[in-house]
């Protein structure tokens, strides 16, 4: 049975690495009919973040990502929390000194900062000496009481080899390790040591994570082989860089999944965004269910080069996912966006009514609710540029009364007729059916792009069409409409 997990530090907010990282894990694990874990290592006490775990297990949830066992559903392997399974690790932290693999250090951290600051001025990479690891077992300090840390003995020559699933097979040699400490002071594990009894404990076979954890690899196969653990499959995701080369920011978009929800981008595009950061189809496709995705799913299809972040695909990924869904997803989705804008939609058009018609242009919920608000309130501000295009205050307020009247009198209000309406002025006029457009649709939504103006006055409705082209027209008569760049 095939069985993977992911395995967060709760320190913060989920990323979209981490989502990618989680997403990739499960698709393995579903498309093998394996299993999911969710892990919290939680071993780094000073940098846990309250509300954190809880914050990661929504926003994975937010996203349709599920697991078999984890803090939240128990399972044979619990608990699920690393905090909780201290006492598994410091036996084996003991095992190992006993065998003479590992040892105690008492350099204190002002000795080890010294001996850094040494090799820092003959330009040599932080090494630790070897200072405890020699000394003789008989020596008093280890009937002390003085704190100490336990360090793995490396081998200082030969090779640690890493078989890779994505990336092959990746060298590291030995002496470059350092003896590193598995053991901090307080007893608690490190990440690297408790990382290899936990995935063992937990029946891990494929570890599947980012790269930013390939120099890890290499430490934690010489503890498994110092316990005499049998070694699962490792799998490094790509990075996730942004188009100039840096590690993603705010300044490329956003990069927890709490901001694209803020921004309005639909969890099902950004898991859709996400699959396809490091990962592709078999034919290609790019906008797939997640049911989908599993079913073709596998790590021979994960490229081993950066992956490249472009928030303008996401965006355009986001809007066909908005033209698609259902119309009541849809007004779900967009109701806080709405709320926000404090728009009254008890009076005017129906929501369906003016999504169906928004939704066509807009790129995220924020600009739907914002490119339909004009449906619920009239515009208070007026495009400056369309104002000085299409408004003249010689003939624009006749104009509109005019077509105000024509359009009063309609009796059927529906797209022909109100086609029929302006083509029957321009004809009178001798004027392009545009040159009415568009003050009309400034004066009915104060902007110069939105949907087809047929379209949405059929929606907005005959009275409030009226109220309006009347209501500009007394404003650019008084010079009291107020414009925005
Ligand atoms: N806790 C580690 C992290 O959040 C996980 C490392 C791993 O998957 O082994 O990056």
Redesign the pocket.
Known sequence: MIRV?????P?GTLHIG?AR?ALFNYLFAKHHQGQFVLRV?DTDRARLVPGSEEGMIKGLRSLGITWDEGPDIDGEFGPYRVSERILRHQPAVKQLIDQGLAYRCYCTPEELDQERKRLAELKLPPRYSGKCRLRPSDDPIFQSDKPFVVRMKVPSEGETVVDDLIRGRVVFENRVLDDFVVQKSDRNPV?NFA?VLD?HDMAITH?I??E??LS?TPKQILIYKALNLPLPQFAHLPMILAPDGTKVSKRHGATSVEEYRDKGILPEALINYLLLLGWSAPNETEIMTLDQAAGWFDLDRVQHTSAIYDYKKLVWMNSQYMRTMSITSLIDYARPFIEARHLDISEGPSLSQTMELGRERAHTLEDLAEGLAFFYERPKTFDSQGVSKHFTEDGTPTRLRILAERLDQLRVWDHDHLVSVYDGEAQREGIKRAQLIHPTRLAVTGKTVGPGLFELLEVLGKKETVARLLDVATAIDEQRLVTKP
């Open positions: 997990r992911y395995a967060p530090s320190t981490g990282t290592e990440y990382v995935d570890v994570r980012g930013e954890h890890n």
